[in-house]
């Protein structure tokens, strides 16, 4: 059975984007992208948001060719375009790269997906993670918390149907304030 971890950016008052989808606040120092980098070789499927996607799919199949890309982003671009993903979306008609798309019940896929054999699997974008969060499907939460307070936007977490118990697992301070906290649920 594979695991499945939630892990994003988030301001310290619990947003992943400021109003207006502003994520400027959430760009990671060369010390952080290292360690998404070294999650990200662990992963062996990328679950995606239609939002998240669209971010994601603009910016990193071609980064590793831009010529001010650093040596970091040019690695994290490779790992992504090699990692196979799941896009959830009911209004995109296709995706591209190594990623195939499902326009059905979230939920049932991600449940399916789960019981095979293989890798971790991380989810991104706010509410494909609330879907999962509320089945009770996240084995692990990554909370990247940034020193910023942006007042309001995409929260982190989403409203719950009962509580969700956590452990504490590991905690991380980067040099520019940023924290990992990382969690596991008590099922």
Request: proline share 4%; hydrophobic share 40%.
């Amino acid at each position: 059975m594979r695991k499945l971890i939630y892990a994003m950016n988030a301001s310290l008052d619990g947003y992943i984007a400021a109003p207006g989808d502003d994520i400027g606040w959430s760009f990671p120092s060369v010390e952080l992208h290292q360690w998404f980098n070294d999650r990200a070789r662990e992963i062996g499927l990328s679950l995606y948001g239609r939002k998240l996607w669209e971010l994601m799919n603009a910016h990193w199949p071609t980064a590793d060719q831009q010529p001010d890309a650093d040596p970091v982003e040019v690695e994290f671009a490779r790992i992504w375009q090699k990692t196979p993903k799941v896009v959830f979306s009911r209004t995109l008609e296709e995706v591209s790269g190594n990623a195939r798309l499902v326009t059905g019940d979230a939920v049932a896929e991600i449940s399916r997906l789960k019981a095979e054999d293989g890798a971790s699997m991380e989810i991104g974008g706010a509410h494909l993670a609330g879907a999962a969060m509320r089945a009770g499907l996240i084995d692990e939460y990554q909370v990247v918390t940034h020193p910023v307070l942006v007042g309001g936007g995409t929260p982190f977490f989403s409203a719950l149907d009962s509580w969700v118990n956590l452990r504490l697992v590991e905690t991380k301070t980067f040099g520019d304030g940023v924290t990992m906290s990382h969690y596991e649920s008590r099922h």
